[in-house]
Nanobody
Framework: VQLQASGGGLVQAGGSLRLSCAASGRAFSNYAIGWFRHSPGKEHEFVAAITWNGGRTYYADSVRGRFTISRDNAKNTAYLQMSSLKPEDTAVYYC???????????????????????WGQGTLVTVSS
C-alpha cells in the first residue's frame, strides 16, 4: 500500500484543518490507520488511530475532544479533523497503516510507532498564535 497525506497548512490558533490520508494498493479496509506527528523535541508522537472497520478510535490526551479521526473505506481514505488548534499542535503529521490485518488491539498497541509499517510522506501543520 502507498499512502499520501494532505491538507496541512497555516492556520491561526483556534482554527480548524482537515487532514486526509489517501491509500492505494493492498486492501486499505483491512488495516487500522494511525496519525502521528513530529515536531522539534517530539518525535513519533501518537495523535489518533482508528480500527480497520472504524469501530473504535483512540486519541492522545493532548488532542482528545479537539481532533476526530474517521475513515471512508469505500474511498480508501482516512481523515483527521482538527479543531481548536493550538500553537503546540504545530508539527509534520504522518498517517500510517499497521502491519497486521484486523487488529483489535489496545491503546498502547495503536500508540506504538513500531506497529506501523507503511507511512505517508507527511503534511505540515503550522498554528500561529
Amino acid at each position: 500500500v502507498q499512502l499520501q497525506a494532505s491538507g496541512g497548512g497555516l492556520v491561526q490558533a483556534g482554527g480548524s484543518l482537515r487532514l486526509s490520508c489517501a491509500a492505494s494498493g493492498r486492501a486499505f479496509s483491512n488495516y487500522a490507520i494511525g496519525w502521528f506527528r513530529h515536531s522539534p523535541g517530539k518525535e513519533h508522537e501518537f495523535v489518533a488511530a482508528i480500527t480497520w472497520n472504524g469501530g473504535r478510535t483512540y486519541y492522545a490526551d493532548s488532542v482528545r475532544g479537539r481532533f476526530t479521526i474517521s475513515r471512508d473505506n469505500a474511498k480508501n481514505t482516512a481523515y483527521l479533523q482538527m479543531s481548536s488548534l493550538k500553537p503546540e499542535d504545530t508539527a509534520v503529521y504522518y498517517c500510517g497503516v499497521v502491519s497486521v490485518m484486523y487488529t483489535s488491539g489496545s491503546y498502547q498497541y495503536y500508540a506504538a510507532w513500531d506497529n506501523y509499517n507503511v507511512w505517508g510522506q507527511g503534511t505540515l501543520v503550522t498554528v500561529s498564535s
